[in-house]
């Protein structure tokens, strides 16, 4: 059957890391913590998942899929800081 080859190749993509991420994602779970209790979101899915650096502190950014539809950009400076987050509302040109 050729739909086994497809579902594994899927599972795989699926469980590698995004681009940029650390092997320690603990900023994650803060991240569906906090926009859980702040936003009533819960999260279906991230992506555009993003660490950098300014100024000598760590940065972290992401776009948050809701189950509900919504989206957010999150963003974080520190470790400590809570997140800000954006809704990702329509935009007219």
Request: charged fraction near 35%.
């Given at each position: 059957m050729r739909l086994l080859p497809i579902l594994t190749a899927l599972q795989l993509a699926l469980a590698a890391p995004a681009v940029g991420q650390t092997a320690d994602p603990a900023w994650l779970d803060d991240l569906s913590?906090?926009?859980e209790g702040k936003e009533?979101?819960?999260v279906a899915y991230l992506i555009r998942v993003r660490e950098g650096d300014l100024g000598g502190?760590?940065?972290?950014?992401a776009r948050v899929q809701c189950v509900?539809?919504?989206?957010f950009d999150a963003q974080r400076i520190g470790d400590t800081?809570?997140?800000?987050?954006?809704?990702c509302e329509i935009q007219v040109c």
């Open positions: 913590s906090q926009i009533q979101c819960k502190k760590k940065t972290y950014e509900d539809g919504r989206m800081e809570p997140f800000t987050f954006k809704a």
